[in-house]
């Protein structure tokens, strides 16, 4: 019996390319065919495989953030690590991820793989997210840099102010930047104490060398006490305490450098630069180094009275005008020299300064009272370095530094501190009153009320114009107790009393990541540094220059980059 004649497999393929093969017929010999009728095979269409686009993603911790490709979208929940869209897309056709919808608080970029032609699975889209963004304004990558000043008074894109620490700063009205002094590099390359005075404009994005010399070690040139002139300079120094008033006039106290004999050692005298005139007046102290405090009568103001000689003091100016001096190292009472917890107030309209608060002597411990409650009888231990701003109220906050805790033991602190001019009380608001302890970073961009920097001297701070407190950097200890430079950004509300780790590493000695200069990034962060140069300017962006630390190759000395660093979603 002859079998039925049988017709070739069909064959189904990928739907967009589906043949439907009918027909396809053979005959055997003797089954009523042409014995010579050849086998015609089945007819195989490969099937088309379509692919995936997806890839990691890290830092997003508040809320969800929308990502798309052409009409396509994904949405990528809070502590996601990856993630895919739900569609594939067909072989050969080209992707180009983008953020769609930021999440609230935070700001998300696609930082590689962002774009291509899928020839396979894409799984290697790298999406960051973060606070804000970092932006290398200016200054090297490299550590060491020699200055470039240009012509003295003219503004230009190649001049910049050599790689330096402990520089003092200000910020006028308009937001612009001035730079003083540091220990660092002149315009030969040599390394010393210097004297230079720097403008920088956001606006032109150019630096303006003004006054001072542009070799190292310079003496100071006083003149006549109380009258301004165009010979007039403070010598060169460093950690000198700084404050800039409302006609714009700019203030300078202290810090280690040279006195008008050209010996150098640790100086009480007062400045005052006037943008203006371009001329500095010698307003009060010495004009040698090495000067001893006259304290007078705790809360009397008398033209006798002076700070002894020191550096690295906390500074603020209050709406009245008012110079604030705390702390320190350097001379008290008797001639010695230690750590200060000293509270000074000097009045440009008497020229008077007042002892308010404080020991006359050295070495003092904390008293700290109880948490949160004011009292007379609180006071901050004699410290250096720590980091100070004055709210919208007139109130003064102090940070950290390396001083004495509750016990009388000497370390790194990261205790805040609030004075009250109106009750000339101070009150222990949070951190610990015990010396070297670890940070508790939390959460990237979470604030909590366990979170706490960990202990540091040499911060920059700033304060905005919602009143919250910003943190960066310092020497100090990590969140595993190591102690070297951070490069963690912190933000302190008062209104919640919380801390919040917004940017940078949670280790030391971190290395720069410095990106494009001009463009902000979440990936770029200034490397480890203590000593810094910080303000803010009239758009609520906080700036950086220098200090000691890591460049982008992780090397470790004096830096001159300058940094801006935008909170993006006014956090």
Not at 186 to 191: E, M, Q, R, V, W
Not at 397 to 413: K, M, Q, T
Not at 534 to 541: F, Q, R
Request: hydrophobic letters at 35%; one cysteine or more.
């Amino acid at each position: 019996m002859c079998p039925r004649a049988r017709r070739a497999p069909i064959t189904l393929v990928a739907a967009m390319h589906a043949i439907c093969l009918v027909g396809v017929a053979f005959t055997l010999a003797g089954c009523g065919g042409n014995d010579n009728t050849n086998y015609v095979p089945p007819i195989i269409i490969p099937a088309i495989t379509n692919y995936t686009v997806g890839g990691t993603i890290s830092g997003l911790t508040v809320s969800s953030v929308v990502l798309a490709n052409g009409t396509s979208t994904v949405t990528v929940p809070a502590l996601a690590s990856a993630w895919v869209f739900p569609n594939s897309f067909t072989p050969g056709s080209s992707y180009a991820v983008t953020v769609q919808t930021q999440p609230t608080g935070e700001l998300c970029e696609v930082t590689s793989g962002g774009s291509g032609t899928d020839t396979g699975a894409v799984g290697n889209v790298t999406v960051v997210c973060g606070y804000g963004q970092w932006t290398w304004e200016a200054g090297l990558t490299t550590v060491n840099a020699s200055g470039a000043y240009g012509t003295q008074g003219t503004a230009s894109a190649s001049n910049v102010p050599g790689a330096r620490y402990s520089a003092s700063s200000w910020t006028d009205s308009s937001g612009d930047f001035w730079l003083f002094a540091g220990v660092g590099y002149d315009a030969t390359g040599a390394a010393g104490y210097l004297n230079d005075l720097w403008h920088y404009s956001p606006s032109t994005k150019e630096w303006t060398y003004v006054s001072g010399a542009t070799a190292d070690n310079a003496s100071g040139v006083y003149g006549t006490q109380g009258t301004a002139s165009a010979s007039s300079a403070p010598g060169a120094r460093y950690s000198a305490s700084s404050w800039i008033d409302t006609s714009g006039n700019l203030w300078l106290f202290g810090g280690v450098g040279y006195d008008s004999t050209g010996a150098a050692g640790y100086l009480n005298d007062l400045w005052r630069y006037s943008p203006s005139t371009k001329e500095w007046t010698w307003i009060s102290g010495g004009n040698v180094d090495n000067g001893s405090a006259v304290y007078g009568a705790r809360g009397t103001a008398s033209a006798s009275n002076v700070p002894g000689a020191r550096y690295s003091a906390s500074s603020w100016i209050d709406s009245s005008g008012n110079l604030w001096l705390f702390g320190g190292i350097g001379y008290h009472s008797t001639g010695g020299v230690g750590n200060l917890n000293d509270l000074w107030r000097y009045s440009p309209s008497t020229g008077r300064w007042t002892w308010i608060s404080g020991a006359d002597g050295d070495d003092a411990a904390g008293v700290y009272g109880t948490q949160g409650t004011a009292s007379a009888s609180n006071v901050p231990g004699a410290r250096y370095s720590a980091s100070s701003w004055i709210d919208s109220s007139g109130n003064l906050w102090l940070f950290g530094g390396y001083g004495y805790d509750s016990i009388g033991a000497v370390g790194r602190l990261n205790d805040l501190w609030h004075y009250s001019p109106s009750t000339g009380q101070w009150t222990w608001i949070g951190g610990e009153d015990l010396v070297n302890i670890v940070g508790v970073y939390g959460t990237l961009g979470t604030a909590a009320a366990g979170n706490l920097p960990g202990p540091r001297q040499g911060a920059s701070s700033w304060i905005d114009s919602s009143g919250n407190l910003w943190l960066y950097g310092g020497v100090g200890n990590d969140s595993n107790g190591s102690v070297g430079n951070l490069n963690d950004l912190w933000q302190y509300s008062p209104s919640t009393s919380e801390w919040n780790w917004v940017s940078g590493g949670n280790g030391d000695n971190a290395t720069g990541v410095y990106g494009t200069r001009g463009t902000g990034s979440v990936e770029n962060v200034p490397g480890g540094r203590n000593s810094i140069s910080s303000w803010i300017d009239s758009s609520g962006n906080l700036w950086l220059f220098g200090g000691s630390g890591y460049d982008s190759n992780g090397a470790l000395g004096y830096l001159n980059d300058l940094w801006q660093y935008n909170p993006s979603t006014g956090s």
